[in-house]
């Protein structure tokens, strides 16, 4: 099994361009979620998803949309990118069989805005 | 929204030295509670984690304490090395959420 797999690795964007970070998982998790982590600000939960076709909102949610079309994929949509959004990117995705599930963690996209 | 308070947000010591890192929450329906060690430059992994209805775990040099009464929980690690040195994460959820809230983090030095 790959786990958990992130595209791109790293990322340049212009202010106001769009973009889209991709994250499949091959383990089967019904949850899976997306966090920011910048310096000194730990991990902080953008989107989360706990099946296809739903998602809710995280505490930063502001300037990204996400979908769950199919358990497999969770892409991030900025919208129009800020400065503020450079950061390093993590998708994370467990298992719903019970709540004692870890997170399982991709190797993270660093997306830099200019 | 649950919040968790990790400190201290630095730590460094001498190799073999026992190093001790703390986390408190507020929502008492928290029930699970990981801790991630996170090397420079790579993702966040699972080292150990306890659940509510316990009050220590151990896995070899580290282990974790919850008191809920208080709502802390503890990361302890003994004889350290200098491969112990990272970021270091604590964590918790709760039944039915299935969201995970992180605290700051802790960054761990071992000095040999």
């Known amino acids: 099994n790959a786990g958990v797999t992130q595209t791109p690795k790293f990322q340049v964007l212009k202010t106001g361009q769009s973009m889209t970070l991709q994250c499949a998982q091959d383990m089967n998790h019904e949850y899976m979620s997306w966090y920011r982590q910048d310096p000194g600000m730990g991990l902080r939960l953008i989107h989360y998803s706990v099946g296809a076709g739903i998602t809710d909102q995280g505490e930063v949610p502001n300037g990204y949309n996400v979908s769950r079309s199919t358990t497999e994929d969770f892409p991030l949509r900025l919208l129009s990118a800020a400065p503020s959004q450079t950061s390093v990117y993590f998708c994370?995705?467990?298992?719903?069989?019970?709540?004692?599930?870890?997170?399982?963690f991709g190797n993270g996209t660093r997306l830099t805005v200019t | 929204g649950e919040n968790v308070e990790q400190h201290p947000s630095t730590l460094s010591v001498q190799e073999g030295d026992s190093a001790v890192i703390k986390c408190t929450y507020s929502d008492s329906a928290s029930n699970y509670f990981p801790w991630y060690k996170q090397e420079l430059g790579k993702r966040p992994q699972l080292i150990i984690d306890?659940?509510?209805?316990?009050g220590e775990k151990k896995d070899q040099r580290i282990a974790v304490t919850l008191n809920k009464t208080a709502k802390h929980f503890s990361l302890h690690i003994t004889e350290t090395q200098p491969e112990d040195s990272a970021v270091y994460f604590c964590a918790l959820t709760s039944s039915g959420t299935y969201k995970y809230i992180f605290g700051t983090g802790t960054r761990l030095k071992v000095l040999a």
């Open positions: 994370a995705s467990s298992s719903r069989q019970g709540v004692y599930s870890p997170l399982h």
């Open positions: 306890i659940r509510s209805n316990v």
